[in-house]
């Protein structure tokens, strides 16, 4: 019997964060004013560094911050506000299975 995975709190705010994310560009998609796109960066930002702010419980919870902090690949890790930490994540995670 396959048991249902278990849901981290990185999955659960990684969720959060592509809704909210889809529901941008679907607003980007019409007339969208300066203020109201400035509004949804910063919601998608914030949800973005939530789920960085998550603790991860392995290799699928960082892929998920990597993917939000990245949004989607669009922006180089480099780019990130917060690219220190996504490297220093990773870091961890290879020195825990190359150990």
């Given at each position: 019997m396959m048991?249902?995975?278990v849901e981290t709190?990185?999955?659960?705010l990684f969720r959060e964060w592509l809704t909210l994310?889809?529901?941008w560009d679907a607003a980007a998609a019409g007339n969208l004013s300066d203020e109201a796109n400035n509004a949804w960066c910063g919601?998608?930002?914030a949800a973005a560094d939530a789920v960085l702010d998550a603790p991860s419980t392995g290799p699928a919870d960082f892929l998920?911050?990597?993917f939000a902090q990245t949004f989607d690949g669009e922006?180089?890790?480099g780019d990130c506000p917060r690219g220190a930490e996504i490297w220093a994540e990773a870091r961890s995670l290879i020195n825990e299975v190359a150990a």
């Open positions: 048991m249902a995975p709190p990185v999955a659960i994310k889809r529901k919601l998608v930002f998920m911050k990597l922006h180089d890790i």
